[in-house]
């Protein structure tokens, strides 16, 4: 079966200060690959997503980025972290043409 | 971008009574999905609907999508504590294209 992974579970930054979540994807090979961002108990709002090593298809301009160096890893950044950019990070991947399965979450705060 | 709105935002029920949830949008979805999900967790999926009048049952939970595909509900019946959390519903216009509603926070009190 599936298994996915977000690391770290918490985080608090201060602005200014670089960031990077790790997220990885076991039981499956060329997954696609999602970032997401959920504020306060809302809606998800999709920001990356991946097909392939390498491909990166961005959703939602910002100071984020994302890259897949890995088949199974994807990891989202940031050179220099807003106030506006704390949340619920959520990564997710599914089969080509399947519906998201979520990670545990990140949950991010810029201070 | 296309927006799906999930009615009521909150709803706060007492344990045994049944509920309806909904989400609506302008826009025809291919697919459908409704999702549950516990604070400080992601969103686990319940459900995927995918044909227009569709009904899909589990267990005490009904959920239907619109004959034109642009609505779905969802109905709780008996509802239990367990059932506490926020319900997101999420429509799929093709591949890699999830767009998720607002969502609705529903608590169930003993």
């Known amino acids: 079966s599936q298994t996915i992974h977000q690391w770290p579970a918490t985080l608090v930054q201060p602005v200014g200060s670089p960031l990077s979540l790790e997220c990885t994807v076991e039981?499956?090979?060329?997954?696609?690959l999602y970032w997401y961002r959920q504020a306060a108990g809302r809606g998800l709002q999709l920001l990356f997503y991946?097909?392939?090593?390498?491909?990166i298809s961005s959703e939602v301009p910002q100071n984020l980025s994302a890259s897949r160096p890995q088949d199974r890893q994807f990891i989202l950044s940031s050179k220099k972290l807003l106030l506006s950019d704390s949340g619920f990070y959520l990564c997710?991947?599914?089969?080509?043409?399947?519906?998201?399965?979520f990670g545990p979450g990140t949950r991010l705060t810029v201070t | 971008t296309q927006l799906l709105e999930q009615s009521p935002q909150f709803l706060s029920i007492q344990e045994g009574e049944n509920l309806t949830v909904y989400c609506n949008s302008s826009?025809?979805?291919?697919?459908l999905q409704w999702y549950r999900q516990e604070p400080g967790e992601g969103p686990v999926l319940l459900v995927t609907v995918v044909t227009g009048g569709e009904v899909k049952k589990l267990k005490r939970l009904t959920f239907q999508f619109g004959d034109a595909r642009k609505d779905s509900s969802l109905h709780i019946t008996a509802a239990q504590t367990g059932d506490t959390g926020l319900y997101l519903c999420a429509g799929s216009a093709g591949a890699n294209n999830l767009f998720f509603g607002t969502g609705t926070r529903l608590t169930v009190i003993p």
């Open positions: 039981g499956t090979s060329n997954p696609n």
């Open positions: 997710a991947w599914s089969s080509p043409r399947g519906t998201p399965d």
């Open positions: 826009s025809v979805f291919s697919s």
């Open positions: 991946s097909v392939g090593i390498g491909q």
